[in-house]
């Protein structure tokens, strides 16, 4: 009888039932602070309809050195879009819109590049990363300043930015799109997308101490500080703040209540009794609508890899796996859930090493999982510091051969670059010569402001005078009045799309 019993145990470690004990948890997390430099992250774990493990580890601030508990809040930055996208899951329910209405129909001067795809375009399409659309086209309205642009020019200015691909045949991330889906909430049930998603998803599930937005929240003395490594040192940063881009990215939440929104997932709608969303809109959500790249590798071998609503789907050791992750500078967080384990896990961190919050939900899963036991920490910094090192190499390069041409004095004559371009969504830009240094400066998104220097041929770069950005730029003039731009690091945010922009002269 007892070989019997010790086999059962030994079946019910190996088939997923095993938890992370919480000193395990609790040692996971302190090496993760340490190995990826991160001042500090709050972890939660939901088994079975109820929360297992909840706390914060490190601190809120270096400058305050306040800790973090699991009531700590958090900018969650994408995780916010499955929130538009339950969001839009009630009004269907509700018969107030549906999820293949064409956008125009609520939005009526919704306008695409193409006239068909603007036709066609459906609420679905909002959701689904399918628009034809590059990698995070359009962001820079939003990031890092996009101090002058609001919904409405989100909306008008779409139709400028080119398709990188046939609609609907592409998977790429972007956030802009969301930001409709969220004017499409406002204009369906006539109220704002934050007092909606506040009122009827937020608060019936006891989200108290969380707000759609940082300026939405009550109480701000258990907030987070965003912290940036620059030149190897952590520097505390400006909270990214911008009111447009929050049904893309806006939401503040503690890993207490986002546990919360896990359980009414994962229970299809339903909250302590009370259906918020029905189990077909549940089901819609978590249905494939968009394939993704997908290379199966260790250790999980998924078979596949898809975008539904508002959630990536995916396959680990044969099971589903819903989930998102989200950035903003200085701040990167994830949600994760295997319904067939009725398995949630929220990770959030106050920097932006995404690998950090990678190793401690991966370690968590694999225990559930029933898999051998991995140093997904070292793995993953190691890897981290490799990416790193070879982005270094370009930048380096870049700057390199930069610094050389002032030691010559390999300076060309400024005066034909000085004068205002235009791009058709971005707006204007300006360069001038002050003390016989060239500098950009965008005029609707001022943060973007910079000494321009020459590096080769008609290739210049630029240097923002904002360090934590990471971002700085290749200028590309064609000697027409006319020039394009592109990041010089492979490491820099999609979000910064320079690549997008298309500028011509306006005046001299």
């Known amino acids: 009888m007892r070989h019997y019993i010790m086999l059962l145990a030994a ?37 079975d309809g109820k929360i297992v493990h909840s706390k914060g580890y490190g601190v809120r601030s270096i400058k305050t050195k306040q800790k973090v508990d699991a009531n700590t809040l958090f900018g969650i930055a994408s995780n916010s879009k499955a929130f538009t996208a339950t969001a839009l ?3 269907v329910d509700e018969g107030k819109v549906s999820w293949d209405d064409k956008v125009v129909k609520h939005i009526p001067e919704f306008k695409m590049y193409d006239d068909y795809v603007t036709s066609e375009f459906t609420i679905r399409d909002l959701l689904t990363h399918r628009s034809g659309l ?40 972007d956030n802009l799109l969301y930001i409709v889906a969220g004017e499409v909430v406002h204009r369906a049930s006539g109220k704002t997308w934050n007092e909606f ?17 940082f300026s939405r929240l009550k109480d701000t003395t258990n907030v987070i500080d965003p912290h940036v490594p620059i030149d190897g040192k952590l520097t505390i940063i400006s909270r990214y703040k911008l009111h447009t881009f929050d049904a893309a990215a806006g939401l503040y939440a503690s890993v207490n209540d986002l546990s919360n929104w896990l359980i009414l997932q994962m229970n299809k709608g339903k909250f302590e009794g009370k259906q918020l969303f029905s189990e077909k809109q549940a089901n819609e959500m ?18 596949f890899k898809t975008y539904g609503l508002g959630w ?42 995404g690998s950090a919050f990678t190793a401690i939900s991966n370690t968590i899963k694999d ?36 610094n050389q041409n002032i030691k010559d004095k390999k300076i ?91 500028f011509h002269r306006v005046k001299p």
Do not use: C
Request: charged share 20%; hydrophobic share 40%.
């Open 11 to 47: 079946f019910a470690a190996f088939s997923g039932q095993a938890q992370l004990s919480e000193s395990k948890i609790d040692a996971l997390v302190e090496k993760t602070l340490t190995s990826f430099n991160v001042p500090g992250i709050a972890v939660a774990v939901v088994k």
């Open 89 to 91: 899951a009630i009004l």
């Open 134 to 173: 590059g990698l995070g086209a359009g962001d820079l309205m939003v990031w890092p300043d996009g101090n002058d642009f609001g919904v409405q020019d989100v909306v008008n200015n779409l139709q400028y930015l080119k398709p990188t691909s046939a609609f609907r045949t592409k998977y790429d991330y």
């Open 197 to 213: 998603v506040e009122e009827r998803i937020m608060a019936p599930i006891g989200m108290k101490n969380s707000a759609s937005t």
């Open 286 to 303: 978590w249905t494939p609508q968009t394939l993704m790249p997908n290379k199966p590798s260790a250790p999980y071998f998924s078979n």
């Open 312 to 353: 990536q789907i995916t396959d680990v050791k044969g099971k589903l796996q819903v989930s998102h992750t989200g950035g903003l500078e200085g701040i990167v967080t994830q949600t994760l859930m295997i319904p067939e384990l009725k398995l949630g896990i929220v990770v959030l961190t106050n920097q932006q090493a």
């Open 367 to 402: 225990s559930y999982l029933g898999m051998p036991e991995f140093d997904h920490v070292s793995d993953l910094s190691g890897k981290m510091r490799q990416r790193e090192s070879d982005a270094d190499k370009v930048t380096d390069d870049v700057w390199k051969i930069v």
């Open 412 to 502: 060309p004559d400024w005066k034909p670059l000085v004068g205002t371009f235009k791009d058709n969504w971005f707006g204007e830009v300006v360069f001038s010569v002050k003390k016989g240094k060239l500098f950009m400066a965008s005029k609707r998104s001022p943060q973007l402001t910079g000494e321009v220097f020459y590096y080769k041929d008609n290739n210049y770069v630029v240097k923002w005078n904002n360090r934590y950005f990471h971002a700085d730029a290749h200028i590309f003039w064609d000697g027409n009045d006319h020039f394009t731009m592109k990041p010089i690091s492979p490491l820099t945010d999609f979000s910064y799309d320079f690549q997008d922009l298309d």
